[in-house]
């Protein structure tokens, strides 16, 4: 008799390779059955009884059913529990091949030439995950990126050695950048690189209660509220915007800002 936290347990590795709830039960009951008929396992399950044949029709799918027929009878059994080890095994070789490949389609892709359209793009991205997405896409910057932050922990979300890494990688991209933060231990790290970094760094004292950045590259601008319980990410893919940004509010601070060595 398999017991409660068992069977919760089972319910969960199940939906791992794609099963519902319902999925589960039938799963179970036909391997505890043996071979058996959908009209059966519609009789112990108590559940209609197509909507038990559409559960056994996805599970065959799935590899963990399959049908036996006996004169014009249809039976279904379950597959072994060995059946879970061959799907990873699959699955892993598949991935193997996929990771072959990836590098290789990426470049391809990036190839394409995009249609520029006039037509505005707006993405909201939060916490983490969406920080690190919006820097990812950063690195399709075509010149330059530039950056505007006026909280003196802006990386303490994603950490000093993400960024050090994001620094790196858009050095090796070809791509330069122009950054001014507010006064701070890691605008002092970062500037030690700048060469490195390709980084142009400047220092400017500011407000910092809005705890908020903005980045810019291509046609695109990056807003981030970096307030702890209100973390997201604003991205505006628009040309007009993107050169106000530019020309408007980054050039100004630009000009007043002071190169870290002047400090």
Same mark, same amino acid.
């Given at each position: 008799m398999i017991s409660n936290p068992d069977q919760l347990r089972i319910n969960a590795f199940l939906k791992r390779f794609g099963c519902n709830r &319902?999925?589960? $039960?039938?799963?179970i009951e036909a391997l505890k059955t043996g071979t058996t008929t959908v009209q059966e396992l519609s009789r112990i399950l108590k559940r209609n009884r197509i909507s038990?044949?559409?559960?056994? *029709? *996805? /599970?065959?799918?799935? #590899? /963990? $059913? %399959?049908? !036996? +027929?006996k004169g014009? +009878? @249809? %039976?279904? &059994?379950?597959a072994n529990s060995d059946i879970f080890q061959n799907i990873i095994e699959k699955r892993y070789t598949e991935l193997k091949s996929l990771q072959t490949d990836v590098e290789y389609i990426t470049k391809l892709l990036n190839t394409i030439p995009i249609i520029k359209s006039d037509t505005t793009v707006v993405k909201l991205y939060e916490e983490? !995950? #969406? %920080?690190k997405k919006? /820097?990812?896409? &950063? $690195? *399709? @910057?075509?010149n330059e990126i530039v950056v505007f932050s006026n909280s003196p922990v802006f990386w303490i979300m994603l950490g000093e050695e993400y960024y050090e890494q994001y620094f790196a990688k858009k050095a090796a991209l070809g791509i330069s950048s122009r950054v001014i933060l507010p006064p701070c231990a890691f605008a002092n790290k970062l500037n030690e690189k700048k060469e490195q970094y390709k980084i142009d760094l400047r220092i400017l004292q500011q407000n910092q209660e809005s705890e908020s950045e903005f980045y810019l590259w291509n046609n695109t601008l990056a807003i981030k509220s970096l307030k702890e319980d209100k973390r997201s990410c604003t991205i505006i893919e628009n040309i007009g915007i993107a050169q106000f940004f530019r020309d408007n509010i980054f050039g100004p601070f630009w000009e007043n800002a002071k190169p870290i060595e002047k400090i």
């Open positions: &319902s999925e589960c $039960l039938t799963y038990v044949y559409y559960n056994v *029709q *996805q /599970l065959i799918e799935k #590899g /963990l $059913l %399959f049908e !036996v +027929r014009k +009878r @249809a %039976f279904i &059994s379950a983490t !995950v #969406g %920080f919006m /820097l990812e896409e &950063s $690195l *399709q @910057a075509e």
